[in-house]
Nanobody
Framework: QVQLVESGGGLVQAGGSLKLSCAAS????????MGWYRQAPGQQREMVAT???????DYGSSVKGRFTISGDNANNTVFLEMNGLKPEDTAVYYC????????????WGQGTQVTVSS
């Protein structure tokens, strides 16, 4: 059973920083990509940042230049360093992975709350 364990959320003042981490474990032969999505109350889930196993990254337009995604392939872990946080970054952040098991699967984490106060 594949598990995604997220950590690093919390409360921070505007302009501050947080670092999220997400570790994947379980029946994984290979990870194709990992990433972070977020969902604020009353809004649709949106892509924050993704990274492939080859290191290619993609960012949502609202976080470019402020957030950095990185990966540790050996440990199936992805990190999201968030700088210059704004109140509009407040949301539940979900870790995501696409991986090879018996078939190709997608998995979501349980989510971690990030709250930015003004």
């Amino acid at each position: 059973q594949v598990q995604l364990v997220e950590s690093g959320g919390g409360l921070v003042q505007a302009g501050g920083s947080l670092k999220l981490s997400c570790a994947a474990s379980g029946g994984i032969f290979a990870i194709y990509s990992m990433g972070w999505y977020r969902q604020a109350p009353g809004q649709q889930r949106e892509m924050v940042a993704t990274i492939t196993n080859g290191g290619m990254t993609d960012y949502g337009s609202s976080v470019k230049g402020r957030f950095t995604i990185s990966g540790d392939n050996a440990n199936n872990t992805v990190f999201l360093e968030m700088n210059g946080l704004k109140p509009e970054d407040t949301a539940v952040y979900y870790c995501y992975t696409k991986f090879q098991g018996l078939w190709i699967y997608e998995k979501w984490g349980q989510g971690t709350q990030v709250t930015v106060s003004s």
